[in-house]
């Protein structure tokens, strides 16, 4: 039964990741993501049923649209493909814990959990494909990630498994990142002459703060700020002429999801050298 429905989150992952690739491009396009109707590119040609099946329809239309022939751009089915693995992590790190007893032992809190952090990773994944586009994180996303939040653990306070007390730390948490964040940032731009982190960097570790509490935003900081010189690394090797301005929203976010799966081991490995 755990391959069966994680074959159904591997398929619902899929359908997921094509539509957050869709609505990246309507935000940095400036259009309507809601009502606006799917098309190409190159011939505008509104796309059918058929012609929006994930990684199928990319495979059987030879990665070419149907109208005009001009090539479809491989970030389509590499969207589709990632968000869907990224799913696939998130059900397998909740499934395999131990205690949890497979999927069959898995009970309402847990799936909570997992759809929460399931929208979560939804935003993650929307912010690192706007901030890698046009350098842009947007105040919408954030807000539906700190909504989503907000009404899980509602959820979870009403059912008893969460209590406001836990709200309170989780929110002060989010709050206390992102001003030190703040201060931080304002420093380096004292220091360096320039802006060195952008007010949506500072806004989302804000956000992940409150998913991660404070040892998950301690850990967040350092893991990021390693990924995002791991990244600027690659990026020289791999593009030399690139501009010197490096989109952090993607580290940030890619932190975020490792912490999401992996912040209870962390914190429970470096907390065992204080004891």
Not at 11 to 24: E, K
Not at 246 to 274: R, V
């Amino acid at each position: 039964m755990i391959i069966y429905y994680g074959g159904c989150v591997v398929l619902f992952g899929l359908i997921f990741g094509s539509f957050l690739n869709c609505t990246a491009m309507r935000l940095v396009r400036g259009e309507d993501f809601v009502r606006g109707r799917s098309h190409c590119p190159h011939c505008g040609h509104e796309l059918t049923a058929i012609e929006l099946i994930p990684v199928i329809s990319f495979v059987i239309q030879g990665g070419r649209c149907r109208h005009c022939k001009e090539k479809i751009s491989y970030r389509y089915i590499l969207a589709e493909i990632t968000f869907a693995l990224l799913s696939l992590g998130l059900y397998l790190n909740l499934v395999l814990t131990p205690g949890m007893g497979g999927i069959w032992g898995l009970g309402i809190e847990q799936l909570l959990i997992f759809l929460r952090d399931w929208i979560l990773t939804g935003c993650l994944f929307l912010v690192t494909l706007t901030d890698l586009e046009n350098c842009e994180i947007y105040d919408g996303v954030l807000i539906f990630g700190f909504v989503n939040f907000l009404i899980f653990e509602i959820v979870l306070m009403i059912m008893q498994r969460s209590s406001l007390s836990g709200l309170l730390f989780s929110l002060l948490a989010g709050l206390a990142v992102g001003a030190v964040m703040l201060l931080i940032s304002l420093l380096m731009d004292k220091l360096l002459k320039k802006e060195s982190l952008g007010g949506g960097d500072i806004k989302l570790f804000a956000l992940l703060g409150t998913y991660l509490g404070f040892y998950g935003a301690y850990e967040l900081v350092i893991i990021s700020c390693v990924l995002g010189l791991i990244f600027v690394a690659i990026r020289k090797l791999t593009r030399p002429d690139a501009p010197k301005e490096f989109p952090f929203g993607p580290a940030i976010a890619l932190g975020g999801y490792i912490l999401l799966i992996t912040e209870k081991y962390i914190t429970a490995w470096y907390q065992s050298f204080l004891i």
